[in-house]
């Protein structure tokens, strides 16, 4: 109450104050006094002037400490209250002047003025409600409302700013400067808003750049938009005059209205900047430069901004963080992490701008996708360009897969290398992390890519997001990857298991943590090969003894899983029980480093190791014993870990096995030679193939006839008494063999000295003269003697295997002879087989699921003839590797009877070759190791050298002869096609019944093609040793039998083998250097060193310092020079491609030119056989005519590319666009779209469905093109060239209204390849229809347009009246004269057809 009381006095004693000052005086002295105390209690001021009595009288109440000045009535009722105050005053106007000077005195005092800046809060009391709203104004904003102040109070705010020039604000001290400008923002009324920014701008010119960077980022909220433009232009001038002030300049610029010409002036002096201004100010440059970027101009701002970039200025502090991490300073390393989560805030917000433009300006978008696109030189791509095609990959759904396309396009060229990729994770995972979806559904459709680069891309987007990501992404990519492996897809579950095996050899504790989602792979293990049983059983194996406790329960899963197999009847499930025990045998016995564990714990786990190595040990052997398939199976597995494992493998744990193993071959399948043999057989024995005569003395035996003897007759009369006993069966021969060679070679450190007396001594067979003999034996005589001579053949491959790498001169000899040796037995072997139709080899390979996937063996001969174009069963290597060349070349257009041609020329050419007629057993040969081609380095020897010079049997000089060189290289070139070459490069979308490819092939698949291609640049220089050999032996028949027409003197049966190994030759090069591994930039090294040692052969000791375009260029006229040699024109067809696979990389002029020259040359070359016939098909090749009715396809395709390719180089009409330049690109169009109107109806005489095809894909991407560049040219040029753009139109709606028709044609013959191009189409179709509308009202010609209904038709115009009704037949046909049709038809009729528009006879336009 009391308080009530005085606050009336005081109330009461203000309003007197304006009548009676004396009287109130003497009255109220004492209330007086307490108001005072009062004010000083509550941090009032003391000491009222004017100033602070009006401002009280008016509603606010100042405060002297660090409270706040309080307001009590609503702000605009204190400006109207003090101005009348101020008008009303007995002084008026110099009470202005003096208020003013009260002001000024009030904020001498730091803390009052800050109070005065502030907010005003209202004034609350107890037990009432305030109407003042919550938010207040600062005291001088509210000042600078009232117009008799305003002019006043802006002198003196700025007179007050050079006092805090030199301030050093810190971290939560005032910035009075900041503040006081903030009073100038949003004012209601500014009196003379030009004095006050031209105050403001002298204000920049002599401040500090604190306070220059506070009144430039003001402004935009202080300037009235009649001033923008001017000063606009100053700050403009201000930003090329220095980079200190770059930031604020560009925030205000965006902030202000410009003009077109002063937009793109201050965008360039933006982009000038962007290399060197700071990274925290990096946002703010960009920011502005696509915020205000228009779509003409979209593509080229990009260009210059992506050029400009550089995120390696970012990756800096990260390298420093790696150096400090090694200090133990840990203040270093804190304040390196702080620089370093700096930098990738920095570029997190970077990418948050681009990020915004790219969601919510379309021409960005395109923009940024188009000028990545454009970029053509691999070092010009940029981490930046992954991460701005994988933001807009997950910002814009519309672009998704445009920017797929991109980025397949930007990795086989070779542009987006691996690295490049490693990078983007390793040093931007922050900003990458959130494109996790993207970065999953890219790689998941990469792996479904036929090309290499690309699926190697995607498997490595795999790897690196689980190395950089947190637990949820990784655990997302294991599902994804496990989802692979289970999708029953041949090469997305190669590359899945591939990525499992590299993430557990590189992040095995990670990937522990998720071992129960790849364990569950075990569940669909009847999708997967026996290479790929082997890959999974190593992943879970090295997760399960690689961590102790963590790994036991896949432990126990795996010996589950392995005991159900083996003790499986079915072999299939026997297999994989062999497969995967041998790889946990090898995970178990794998050397552990003395780090793994403490030396207390060491025992017991040695202790554990064992016991599970003896218990899968003798799981397995007993599961062996009485099946040789198996058993030989085991060997197999046993030999490749051991190859696999090199040096990491303790042998001596498995001490035992390898002691029965050494006492079991010799016991099995060596005897002493005997000059008899005991024993009853169907043919009497005979020792063969000895090459150590001279030795007499402890001579040994194969001993194979009684074996085979035993094996093939008496598994039918011994049935089950020999149950307790151990099998021995000749077809565990040759893989114990290579298992004891591979052991002793571990155990001798590559020497096989201990068993070198198995490379020479003899095998037990039986006399192999079958010439004439073959008719009088017995189908079962017969079919013992091929499989005797099989499992000769298989003993001698892996001989030469074991022995091929060994130094000793005299084992080289042996490896030659032993090669001869093959190519005699299978010379033999192809008459036996010849005479034994339904034959049925032993098996030689073990992990295959019972020879499925081997192709019809019987009557190899007749089957050849009947059927020229099956592969692998036609003997022709060559011709299938050709047909997969060309098909993959031409997209399936290749017309069949070319191919046809040289498959039958190949087969007639090696009819009497015995290589070929064994092609179709090749599953049935053991399999040739890399190392063997180390043999290659040998010469050549003919029979030629060998009748001139009798005497080189006596010299010491090892050579191969042809027939063992043929050998060699067949074998190589179909090892090369198997690994080198992309399988079929198309595979179809629902795979066919399972068969494994990969049968012959098993130990070449455990090397990646990189370590195949690796081994055959080794061999090249051997490889072009011989080449020249045969180039020179051909060039020495030519001149032989230069003027000899009838009967040239040439031995035919060695041009043939000779002309065999030149073909070979050309396929072995031309499978290497078209491995489209070559395009993938890790791999380019590898094509330098292969390109160098042709290049060497023309300029020997000069190539090593040579760019590889010059290697390229040497490496093309080297083997150019063998056109003059080639023998047939299969190799002349073989020698052209090798030159093209050169040749692409990349193509120059010189070179096409030159390959024009060669092929017509081959193609009028008139080609003779060594008999002195001609080739068949020679005659038509001298006319040379190439454009037929099967090669139109062809012709009309490149042609329709050309087109498409052609047109987008036009550049798209922009208003600026002077008449002159209009004029010539309309004429360009007017000729392209003519060139199109004529390839489209040339559809009606070749309706073939390739020619089909290619019209719907191209014809799409030329509307496409059309309404992209050439429509923006006639919105501006219409009413200029008004008849010129009517033409075009018109004529273009002709071949537009032909693809409506092919269209319908599709659909009627209901094929699928054709229908899947028509949705795209049409919807580019209806497009055109409706920016020709547009474009039209653009210029104000809406009347020139209408829509009719185009009826549907066929190819030759016809109506489809399937679809019409029959009142359709009587009304009107299609109107000449208009360019869209009439409206016709029932509704019902009418929904399936495609709408048509155009523009008629325009009217004058405006």
Not at 742 to 758: F, M, P, R, V, W
Not at 1299 to 1326: A, F, W, Y
Request: aromatic residues 6%; glycine residues 4%.
């Amino acid at each position: 109450m009391v308080s009530k009381r005085k606050l009336s006095k005081t109330d009461a004693s203000g309003e007197s104050c304006k009548t009676d000052l004396p009287s109130r005086c003497s009255e109220t002295k004492k209330p007086r006094i307490s108001d005072k105390e009062k004010a000083s209690a509550h941090g009032g001021v003391e000491n009222e002037g004017v100033f602070e009595e009006l401002l009280r009288t008016s509603g606010i109440i100042l405060k002297a400490g660090e409270g706040q000045n309080e307001i009590a009535v609503d702000q605009m009722a204190f400006q109207k209250k003090l101005c009348l105050a101020l008008e009303k005053h007995p002084t008026y106007p110099g009470v202005v002047k003096e208020f003013v000077s009260g002001l000024e005195s009030h904020i001498k005092d730091r803390n009052q003025f800050k109070n005065c800046l502030l907010p005003c809060t209202p004034m609350r009391t107890e037990g009432s409600r305030t109407l003042v709203h919550s938010y207040c104004e600062s005291l001088i904003k509210l000042l600078l409302g009232i117009k008799i102040l305003q002019p006043a109070v802006i002198t003196l705010l700025l007179e007050k700013i050079p006092e805090f020039f030199f301030d050093i604000v810190g971290t939560f001290g005032t910035n009075f400067p900041r503040l006081i400008v903030n009073q100038f923002k949003w004012l209601d009324k500014l009196l003379d808003s030009q004095d006050l920014v031209k105050k403001l701008m002298q204000m920049v010119s002599v401040s500090p750049v604190p306070i220059q960077h506070d009144i430039i980022t003001s402004l935009p909220e202080i300037l009235e938009d009649s001033q923008q433009s001017e000063v606009a232009r100053e700050l403009s001038c201000l930003l090329k005059q220095g980079r200190r002030l770059t930031v604020p300049i560009l925030d205000a610029l965006s902030r202000l209205d410009l003009d077109a010409a002063l937009l793109v002036e201050v965008r360039q002096s933006a982009m000038t900047i962007v290399p060197s201004v700071k990274l925290e100010d990096l946002p703010v440059v960009v920011k502005f430069i696509l915020h205000n970027v228009k779509a003409a101009d979209a593509v080229e701002v990009i260009s210059d901004l992506r050029k400009s970039l550089d995120l390696s200025s970012c990756v800096l502090p990260l390298q420093i963080l790696g150096s400090q991490k090694q200090l133990k300073s840990q203040v270093q390393a804190s304040s390196s992490v702080s620089q370093v989560t700096t930098s990738q805030n920095c570029v997190k917000l970077l990418f948050d701008v681009i990020k915004l433009a790219v969601r919510f300006q379309k021409d960005v978008s395109e923009a940024w996708i188009k000028a990545i696109e454009n970029s053509t030189s691999v070092s010009d791509h940029k981490v930046l360009d992954l991460i701005v095609l994988l933001l807009i990959h997950s910002t814009n759904t519309k672009n998704r897969k445009q920017t797929e396309k991109v980025l397949r396009s930007k990795i086989r060229l070779g542009c987006m290398p691996e690295q490049l990729m490693q990078n983007a994770f390793q040093n931007h995972s922050m900003v990458i992390k959130d494109f996790f979806p993207s970065i999953l559904a890219l790689a998941q459709t990469f792996l479904h890519s036929a090309h290499p680069a690309i699926v190697s891309f995607g498997s490595c987007m795999y790897k690196q997001a689980f190395a950089a990501f947190d637990s949820y992404c990784q655990q997302e990519v294991v599902t994804a990857l496990v989802t692979h492996v289970c999708s029953g897809n041949e090469t997305e579950l190669d590359i899945s298991l591939d990525v499992l095996t590299d993430l557990v050899l590189l992040h095995t504790s990670l990937l522990m943590r998720y071992a129960t989602f790849v364990k569950t792979i075990l569940d669909s293990t009847q999708k997967l090969n026996p290479c790929q049983i082997r890959k999974l059983f190593y992943i879970l194996s090295t997760l399960a003894f690689s961590q102790r406790q963590e790994g036991s329960y896949i432990q126990d899963d795996m010996h589950m899983v392995i005991r159900k197999w083996l003790s499986s009847t079915v072999p299939n499930h026997k297999q994989m029980g062999i497969i995967g025990a041998v790889t946990m045998i090898g995970s178990v016995a794998l050397k552990r480093n003395e780090g793994d564990g403490s030396s207390l714990e060491r025992p017991e786990l040695n202790s554990e190791r064992d016991g599970q190595l003896s218990t899968l040990l003798d799981l397995v052997g007993f599961c062996c014993e009485q099946t040789p398939e198996v058993l030989a199976l085991y060997y197999d597995e046993l030999a490749n870990l051991i190859e696999k494992q090199k040096g990491d493998l303790d042998l001596q744990l498995l001490d035992e096995l390898w002691k029965s193993l050494v006492e079991d071959f010799p016991s099995d399948f060596v005897v002493d030679l005997n000059p008899t043999v005991d024993g009853s057989f169907l043919f009497p024995v005979k020792s063969l193939y000895n090459l150590d005569e001279d030795e007499s003395q402890g001579a040994i035996a194969i001993n194979l006839l009684p074996l085979v003897s035993h094996s093939e007759l008496g598994r039918v009369t011994d049935g089950m008494n020999n149950q307790s006993k151990r099998v021995v069966s000749p077809i565990c021969l040759s893989p114990c063999f290579r298992l004891l060679r591979l052991y002793t070679g571990k155990q001798n450190n590559g020497s096989l000295e201990e068993i070198d007396a198995l490379l020479g001594c003899p095998l037990y067979l039986t006399d192999l003269e079958v010439e004439g003999k073959l008719d009088s034996l017995s189908k079962q005589e017969r079919e013992f003697l091929c499989s005797l001579l099989f499992y000769a053949l298989n003993w001698f491959r892996e001989v030469v295997n074991a022995f091929c790498q060994q130094q000793d001169a005299e084992m080289k000899g042996k490896v030659l002879t032993r090669l001869q040796n093959i190519t005699e037995l299978q010379n033999v072997l192809g008459k036996c087989l010849a005479a034994t139709p339904g034959y049925v080899p032993p098996p030689a390979t073990f992990d295959s699921e019972a020879l499925e996937a081997v192709p019809s063996i019987n009557a190899v001969g007749p089957v050849r003839k009947r059927n020229g174009r099956k592969k692998k069963t036609d003997g022709s290597k060559a011709g299938s590797a050709d047909r997969s060349q060309a098909d993959d070349s031409s997209e399936g257009n290749q017309p069949d009877t070319e191919l046809s041609e040289l498959e039958k020329t190949a087969a007639e050419r090696e009819a009497g070759n015995p290589l070929a007629q064994l092609q179709s057993y090749r599953p049935y040969f053991r399999e040739l190791d890399l190392e063997v081609f180390t043999v290659l380095h040998c010469g050549l020897l003919t029979k030629s050298v060998l009748d001139t010079e009798m005497h080189t049997e006596s010299r010491e000089v090892v050579q191969l002869g042809p027939a063992e060189l043929c050998f060699l290289l067949d074998d190589l070139c179909w090892k090369l096609e198997h690994v080198l070459t992309p399988g079929s490069a198309r595979r179809a979308p629902f795979p066919k019944e399972r068969g494994y490819k990969d049968i012959g092939f098993s130990h070449l698949c455990q090397r990646s093609p990189k370590e195949v291609a690796v081994c055959v640049v080794k061999l090249l220089k051997p490889l072009c040793n011989h080449m020249e050999n045969m180039h020179n032996y051909f060039q020495a028949v030519v001149i032989q039998n230069r003027g000899v027409e009838d009967e040239p003197g040439v031995n035919i049966q060695e041009h043939q083998l000779m002309c065999s190994c030149y073909q070979q030759l050309l396929l072995t090069f031309r499978s290497l250097f078209a491995w489209n591994g070559f395009s993938q930039h890790e791999n380019t090294d590898l094509l330098r060193s292969a390109l160098q040692v042709l290049a060497d052969r023309l300029k020997p000791g000069e190539t090593e310092f040579l760019p590889l375009e010059e290697l390229i260029s040497e490496s093309f006229h080297y083997l150019l020079n063998f056109q003059q040699s080639v023998p047939s024109f299969h190799c002349a067809f073989i020698l052209t491609q090798l030159l093209i696979a050169i040749a692409e990389k990349p193509m120059a002029g010189w070179k096409k030119e030159k390959m024009a020259s060669l092929a017509k040359q081959f193609l009028c070359q008139s080609w003779v056989k060594p008999s002195g016939d001609r080739e068949k098909g020679s005659q038509f090749n001298s006319a040379l005519h190439t454009l037929l009715w099967q090669t139109f396809p062809v012709f009309f395709r490149v042609m329709m590319a050309q087109l498409e390719s052609s047109v987008k180089s036009i550049p798209a009409g922009k208003p600026s666009d002077s008449s002159e330049v209009q004029l010539e690109k309309l004429l360009r169009w007017n000729i392209a779209v003519r060139n199109f109107h004529i390839l489209i109806n040339l559809v009606k005489v070749f309706d073939s469905r390739p020619v089909l095809s290619i019209c719907l894909k191209y014809g799409r991407l030329f509307v496409e093109a059309f309404l992209k560049l050439a429509m923006p040219l006639l919105d501006y040029s219409f009413k200029k060239h008004r008849d010129d753009v009517q033409s075009l139109l018109k004529t273009l709606q002709l071949s537009t209204r032909q693809l409506h028709h092919m269209c319908g044609h599709s659909k009627i013959r209901q094929d699928i390849g054709l229908t899947n191009h028509v949705p795209l189409l049409k919807k580019s179709l209806e497009q055109f229809v409706y920016r020709v509308k547009a474009m039209l009202a653009f210029n104000h010609c809406q009347e020139a347009f209408w829509v009719g209904i185009l009826k549907n038709r066929d190819l030759q115009g016809e109506e489809i009246l399937s679809q019409a009704s029959e009142e359709r037949d009587s009304e009107e046909e299609d109107s000449a004269e208009s360019p869209a049709e009439e409206p016709s038809g029932s509704d019902t009729d009418a929904r399936d057809e495609d709408g048509a528009a155009g523009p008629g006879p325009s009217p004058t336009a405006p």
